[in-house]
């Protein structure tokens, strides 16, 4: 285990009994012992580490992005080709069972032919301005997970990508980004998909999905601390979404990294590969596009560069 502030590193080694900890990542690229690495520094180390990783024959694990420009992200994924290891980006939303039962249904032909597929995902509270300023803004921090899952749902890769969007907190308009938007995708196959994002859900993590289809639908609505649904002459209640992504998505996480285990203790396909990263990276760029000129932007004006 690696982490820039050496106590930390420690603390953590221990309490999970990680035998090996260190400050220096190339420490653990270089060890023979160590067949597979996963990555989740800060965006701007991924593609360096990454490609450290590679030269020394290491299968990766890497969080999402996998970089903000789209030619560091081509090198990175060349470096692991050119290795022949495995490189899995970390979206995690596929591997969620709601999710993943949606996928199933349209795999299935259970709705029928898909026409339109719609996302919401809003977060309770927007991050630290710290962390704003270098995040490469909101399309490529947050809505990058719904431009995977649109993807993933659809089976097909975007066309066209329209953008609006506004800031409503004074403090992330001043650090030069975005806190609402609507995103709307038009697939190759002829899919629309409507994605809506928010930073301002003061009643929690609200991420739902609902694909339309020619013999009915199927939905994912939101998880709760429990499933109660208190009725009354008065009113009809029930608790608050879970409040975030750990809450959400832990046994998400869980299954990603069985997952990236399989993938490197037994062959298995990687479920989301560099690839996967760059077209998702891509669609980000075409909504900062889209909405900077306040057109329609065709993905592959972008992909031609």
Known sequence: MQKEEPHRAEKIAKAYGIPKWTNDASEIFRDPEIDAVVICSPTDKHAEQIIEAASYKKDIFCEKPVDLSLDVVNKAIKAADDAGVKLMVGFNRRFDANFARVKQAIDRDEIGKVSMLRITSR??????VSYIKHSGGMFRDMTIHDFDMARFLVGDEVDEVYAMAQSVNPDIA????????????KFRNGVICYIENSREAAY????????????????????HANQVVVSTGENVRRDLPLHFFLERYMDAYVAEMEAFIRVCTEGAPVPAGGDDGREALLLALAANKSLAENRPVKVDELRTR
């Open 123 to 128: 977060d309770p509270g927007a991050p630290p």
């Open 204 to 223: 929690g993590y609200d991420q739902r999905v609902e694909a339309l289809g020619s013999k009915g639908s199927v939905a994912c609505d939101n998880k």
């Open 174 to 185: 001043a650090a030069g980004d975005i806190d609402t938007a609507v995103v709307l995708l």
